[in-house]
């Protein structure tokens, strides 16, 4: 006698709906690359520009003996080459990173190391074309993205947050924090903490850095003397650009861990041809 088949006593989970949204357009997509692409060359030809002088001061003057930021190197008692990073009274050991990093096998002594700079060795002219050739890209690259953004309704929609976003935000801020991702409509948006964070950087950290990069230079301090009193000083203006380059790159970081958290193939597929796939809610069961 053939025994029958036990049955099945529970049910399995059938596998998330998804479906695939058009969430970036054309101009958005090659937008984003080419801002990728100039920030990059900006911060590695700015940390070589930086390099011709590692020192940051606050006011109109350079205050050789009592910089607020300094990167250097001294010798230690046993008459080795030490790198450092002095803040305000404090100074830290930076040895092999900033002041004094191994470059072939030898030690050199530069605030920040070749690998990180546009040019590799100390080049302060060549620095100089590099970075503002990048900054005119940068520049119309996003005089283009807004003109677009504001014409075509995209801007308000990725950077203003909705009511109802705005009255979740603790949950947005939670989500993130539990690295916890929306699902089903809520997925078709940018939530409320990344909105915010966009329009921050759109609206703030960009226009304050490109300001305060045009109150370094001599010829805007003669057509504009305003910038230069806006910042207190053109030491206060290259003080002010060194800190928000900074955010930004902490801005980026924390972007691109986002990016792969939460699946990095789906998200670069969605910023190369537009298309981002979502998970539906109310997965079926069978």
């Known amino acids: 006698m053939q025994a029958r088949p036990l049955l099945a006593s529970s049910t399995a989970i059938a596998p998330p709906n998804r479906e695939k949204i058009y969430r970036h357009p054309l101009v958005i997509r090659v937008a984003h690359w080419l801002n990728a692409a100039s920030l990059l060359v900006l911060l590695m030809s700015g940390l070589q520009i930086f390099n011709a002088h590692p020192a940051l001061y606050w006011g109109a003057a350079s ?7 300094a990167i250097g ?3 230690d008692a046993k008459g080795e080459a030490r790198g450092f990073v002095a803040i305000g009274s404090h100074t830290f050991d930076t040895t092999g990173v900033l002041g004094v990093s191994t470059e072939r096998g030898t030690a050199s002594e530069r605030a920040f190391p070749a690998w990180s700079t546009i040019p590799s060795g100390q080049d302060l002219a060549t620095a100089r074309r590099w970075h503002f050739l990048f900054a005119w890209a940068f520049v119309v690259n996003g005089a283009i993205y807004l003109a677009y953004g504001l014409g075509s309704g995209q801007l308000r929609r990725r950077v203003i947050p909705d009511g109802d976003q705005m009255r979740d935000l603790g949950g947005s801020v939670r989500e993130h924090l539990t690295l916890r991702f929306p699902k ?11 909105k915010l964070t966009y329009l921050a950087v759109i609206a703030g950290l960009l226009p304050v850095m490109v300001l305060a990069g045009l109150a370094m230079s001599p010829a805007m301090d003669a057509a504009w003397p305003w910038l230069v009193a806006m910042f207190g000083g053109r030491q206060s203006a290259r003080t002010i650009h060194f800190i ?3 955010l930004l790159v902490l801005f980026v970081i924390v972007h691109v861990v986002l990016v792969l ?13 537009g298309w981002f796939s979502i998970e539906t809610e109310g997965a079926t069961r069978r």
């Open 63 to 69: 205050t050789f003996d009592a910089p607020a930021l």
């Open 73 to 75: 190197s001294d010798t």
């Open 184 to 194: 089903g409509e809520e997925a078709r948006r940018y939530n409320a903490l990344q």
């Open 244 to 246: 928000v380059a900074n």
């Open 261 to 273: 958290v939460s699946g990095f193939w789906n998200n670069m597929r969605g910023m190369v041809t």
